[in-house]
């Protein structure tokens, strides 16, 4: 890995968001970490294809990107655009149930309505 790359989980690590490439930019500015926004998405990219990072895509949304590369699912408010892990537990036996295949991996991805943009905090 490189030192951008370090320098990039190590923002994300400290992160409890999951960022877009743009906003994992702009916290990289304003901790001083010189690095232009072609080389995060470069790194980002390295640090998915090794595993360390995973990508959470939801449709006409910028892609996000997680700091826990283990299997999970997603819960994304409809709202304030807020993306955060829900633990559903590995549902590829039933998945493969109902499609009567073998699969290699799902992504759900669950829109609600988060407590903050109910309650108008």
């Known amino acids: 890995m490189t030192k951008q790359g370090e320098k990039l989980l190590m923002v994300m690590n400290n992160s409890t968001r999951h960022m877009t490439a743009e906003e994992i930019f702009m916290l990289c500015k304003e901790n001083d970490i010189k690095i232009s926004f ?8 390295n640090l998915l294809d090794e595993g360390l990072i995973r990508k959470v895509s939801i449709p006409g949304e910028p892609d996000r ?37 073998h699969i ?6 669950i829109k609600y309505v988060c407590p903050e943009c109910i309650s108008g905090d």
Do not use: Q, W
């Open 104 to 109: 290699d991996g799902y992504d759900l991805s």
């Open 65 to 101: 990107f997680d700091k826990t590369p283990t299997p999970h699912d997603h819960i994304f408010c409809s709202v304030c655009h807020n993306v955060a892990d829900i633990d559903l537990g590995d549902m590829t036996t039933m998945l493969e149930s109902k499609v009567g295949k």
């Open 38 to 45: 072609a080389s995060v998405y470069r790194n980002l990219t």
